[in-house]
T-cell receptor, first 117, second 112 residues
Framework: GAVVSQHPSWVICKSGTSVKIECRSL??????MFWYRQFPKQSLMLMAT?????????EQGVEKDKFLINHASLTLSTLTVTSAHPEDSSFYIC?????????????FGPGTRLTVL | AQTVTQSQPEMSVQEAETVTLSCTYD???????LFWYKQPPSRQMILVIR??????QNATENRFSVNFQKAAKSFSLKISDSQLGDAAMYFC?????????FGTGTRLTVIP
């Protein structure tokens, strides 16, 4: 149990286009989902936290207009990278938590590698 | 604020031997959790072991155990009987009220 999927697993796009990444909890309802970014050979950096039906909470330094997060259902959150540029190329990982009040369990998706040409 | 420090960028261990990965943390939270995650080449983050800060007993999961020193804010991971499949990046992480804070990781190589 506690499986989280991401789609696509990798994507290549042209500079200036937008890319949507989906994160799904397959066998549980995720009241909270998290989006991380990981640069090569570096750690995971939290970008934002989203609760189902609410606006996402972005970490300091993350542009909310560039990285649009939608958590419209208990099993799906999407991250849209708008007007992507080469510096947005990275590995994006989502995680999901079934518990709104205690965040001690996060289940991670397999990640999405974004390459912007 | 929370910080997590992993001072060993790389470690290696002979197959079947034991290795210890270091982690120190700092937090202002009174109630928190500590984690070790494994990230193999597939990039999938896998939870290795979890420790609740209020528990004095060190967590163990089969060949994986931790040495949790709360006063020293130290949380090391011991891998016994190392296997080739243990080769991966290992991230130490802490969680207070909300979010996970990750260390910079330790790349573990297992030598056959």
């Amino acid at each position: 149990g506690a499986v989280v999927s991401q789609h696509p697993s990798w994507v290549i796009c042209k500079s200036g286009t937008s890319v949507k990444i989906e994160c799904r909890s397959l066998d549980f309802q995720a009241t909270t989902m998290f989006w991380y970014r990981q640069f090569p050979k570096q750690s995971l950096m939290l970008m934002a936290t989203s609760n189902e039906g609410s606006k996402a909470t972005y970490e300091q330094g993350v542009e909310k207009d560039k990285f649009l997060i939608n958590h419209a259902s208990l099993t799906l959150s999407t991250l849209t990278v708008t007007s992507a540029h080469p510096e947005d190329s990275s590995f994006y990982i989502c995680s999901a938590s079934p518990d709104r009040t205690t965040y001690n369990e996060q289940f991670f998706g397999p990640g999405t590698r974004l390459t912007v040409l | 604020a929370q910080t997590v420090t992993q001072s060993q960028p790389e470690m290696s261990v002979q197959e079947a031997e034991t290795v210890t990965l270091s982690c120190t943390y700092d937090t202002s939270e009174s109630d928190y959790y500590l984690f070790w995650y494994k990230q193999p080449p597939s990039r999938q983050m896998i939870l290795v072991i979890r420790q609740e800060a209020y528990k004095q007993q060190n967590a163990t999961e089969n060949r994986f155990s931790v040495n949790f020193q709360k006063a020293a804010k130290s949380f090391s991971l011991k891998i016994s009987d190392s296997q080739l499949g243990d080769a991966a990046m290992y991230f130490c992480a802490s969680m207070g009220a909300n979010n996970l804070f990750f260390g910079t990781g330790t790349r573990l190589t297992v030598i056959p």
